[in-house]
């Protein structure tokens, strides 16, 4: 099965995906992640798509979406794949799925990953890094035992400028917005389903892993 996973950032969306992927034993993949292995490679891809990361821009879809319908003709992708992070766009997603249909494939089922706006801003703006080692706490899933100092090597805990408040609204409005576009795009297609992430790890994967067995039994 070709499953996409979305979530925002704090929906714990990474971590789902690394179990998901370890308990169906199929590559879950990062459009991120191919970029970083392509640019490291210095493969075709990698130094086109050099030229504009170094920029500051995004790659253009064309060329992510064959990147990655490139990586999907490897061996270890005949079972299925794991989507993370990817398409960010319903401008992608259509590129996909053209690549795809080339192909003789499409996608599955695309799963959100819900969780409320002010538990996401709560998660997100509790993030905390230590001066000495970047040891990363979080206030309300991962607290220091010791308010404001690191557990492992004492030093003060801080926040970065794009974990504070204003930043981290931005980037959720930004996440928002793009993402009720694709909701619609899959929702269309009958391929969209939710799972409420705003549970402990362990139920929201036993819910992801329900979804997904039910789907690939129909
Ligand atoms: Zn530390």
Redesign the pocket.
Known sequence: MYIILFGAQGSGKGTQAELLSQTLGVPHIASGDLFRKAIDEKTEFGLKAKVYIDRGELAPDDLTVTMVVKRLEEPDCSQGVLFDGFPRTVAQAEVLDRGLQGVGKYIDLAIYLQVPRDELLKRLSGRYI??????VYNLSTHPPKVAGV??????ELYQRSDDTGDAVQKRLDIFFNETIRLLDYYEKQNKLVEVDGNQDIDQVQQSLLRVIRTRSAS
């Open positions: 230590c001066r000495a080692n970047q040891h690191c557990d492992i090597d004492g030093s």
